[in-house]
């Protein structure tokens, strides 16, 4: 028989909210493997010791930042709405069922005016892979590293024509060295310095938010972007690196940079990385390479003109230190550039009569030119690791390890776009995203 229910919204029930937060909950896992005890002594020196109105407790309010990234909901204001309703919500940030829950804006206030430019979200990241190293989920011998794009908070169509310096990358001076040896080996004399400073190059700047950068790659949209560029260790995909950089710088700059800072806070002892085609440049072969690290990039075809011969078609004699075109012509060396490229090139009286010719060169002077890196030798050595076994395996797990905590990052907590404007933000907003999925990956396999 059909029966109306009785209302019980103004039923009184004695009850303990910790019954009513399912024994499987996530946050019930996350508040038994997670210790937050580290966060308030982060902080203290951000508060006046004797001084204004009590402040919130400093780790209820980063673990309501970190609920907010955890159950992917970018709304401050939303998040405080989740939390006045939600019971496990407050079970995990010590709140009773009738404590007033914080307003949005002590959120918002405290983020902008006394976290923001510090450390903190660093340090709580890093405290956070601590505690996986701890439980010997992170091992630090085999890396994967990658970028992803964030679409800025900026419209696309509202920039202005800026001028850019490209900025002195950190091994620059090591092949400056290299480039006055190579040339005096060859007995050339060194290159002169430069008489007026690099010209700058015109780019477009966001007038809403110019600390990002307008994007243009292959199969990519085109706008205002930043890039995370992550990194995430190879035994139980926890994130070890976080770096974020606007959209338009290329994917190996800060790579060697990252990847020391890694080694000096977590000392790890890294033995393999696997990397994108998008790192395969000889300056990161060679640094590697000097620290003996086995690299594994992924495959990009070269650039290469349709009807002419390949690079590969023309075999390098190292001990001659001579190309050999497949007529048998040798390419002599001729001099280094300032990039650090050796220019090898053919005899154009030789050339002429080469049946070959017109698919060697449309050069006016009928003469070819072979480049070769100075650090080429390492870049080729690296490179060989692809087509080893375990060079295979190796690159085999990218797609499993960071392009999948790229994706889970998109899927689940609403990481496709920028949240704020500004570096700085945006890079803590990229840092408590991957401390979330830290916090969670730990939660559960420690479960």
Request: aromatic fraction near 10%; charge should be positive.
């Amino acid at each position: 028989m059909l029966r109306d229910r009785p209302p019980v919204q103004s039923t009184l029930e004695f009850v303990s909210i910790d019954e009513l937060v399912p024994q499987d909950h996530l946050l019930r896992k996350v508040d038994k493997h997670i210790d937050f005890s580290f966060i308030h002594a982060l902080v203290k020196d951000l508060y006046c010791p004797d001084n204004g109105r009590p402040a919130l407790d400093p780790t209820l309010l980063f673990k309501l930042l970190l609920l907010g990234y955890l159950f992917g909901v970018r709304s401050e204001r939303q998040l405080m709405r989740e939390v006045q309703v939600n019971v496990a919500y407050r079970w995990f940030l010590g709140l009773n069922l009738t404590d007033k829950v914080p307003d949005a804006s002590t959120l918002s206030q405290n983020r902008r005016r006394r976290f923001n430019d510090s450390p903190v979200y660093q340090q709580i990241f890093d405290e956070i892979v601590f505690q996986a190293i701890r439980r010997k989920l992170v091992s630090g011998d085999v890396l994967y590293t990658d970028s992803t794009h964030l679409k800025a908070n900026a419209n696309k169509g509202k920039w202005a024509k800026a001028r850019a310096v490209s900025e002195r990358q950190a091994y620059m001076d090591e092949l400056d060295r290299a480039i006055e040896e190579d040339r005096l080996a060859h007995g050339k004399k060194p290159l002169r310095s430069p008489s007026k400073p690099a010209e700058p190059r015109e780019i477009k700047q966001s007038t809403t938010d110019p600390d990002s950068g307008y994007m243009t790659r292959d199969n990519k949209p085109q706008g205002f972007f930043y890039l995370d560029h992550r990194t995430v260790d190879s035994k139980a995909n926890i994130i070890t690196d976080v770096h974020v950089t606007a959209g338009n710088v290329h994917d190996a700059a800060p790579y060697l940079e990252r990847l020391a800072r890694q080694k000096a806070r977590f000392g790890f002892k890294v033995t393999h990385v696997g990397l994108d085609a998008g790192y395969h440049v000889t300056p990161i072969s060679k640094g590697l390479e000097d620290q003996q690290i086995k690299a594994v990039f992924g495959y990009r075809r070269p650039t290469h003109r349709k009807g002419y011969l390949y690079k590969r078609d023309f075999l390098y004699d190292q001990k001659a230190d001579q190309y050999l075109c497949p007529q048998g012509q040798a390419l002599i060396y001729r001099t280094t550039s300032r990039e650090g490229y050796r220019h090898y090139q053919s005899d154009p009286n030789r050339c002429r009569r080469c049946p070959q010719l017109s698919h060697c060169t449309a050069n006016a002077k009928q003469q070819k030119t072979i480049t070769r890196h100075v650090w080429e030798d390492s870049r080729e050595r690296q490179d060989a690791h692809r087509l080893t076994e375990w060079g295979k395996k190796i690159y085999k797990r990218r797609k499993e390890t960071v392009e999948r905590s790229f994706a889970d990052a998109k899927e689940l907590h609403q990481y496709r776009y920028a949240r704020y404007r500004g570096r700085s933000k945006v890079q803590a907003q990229c840092l408590l995203t991957a401390a979330a999925q830290n916090i969670k990956k730990i939660a559960l396999l420690a479960a």
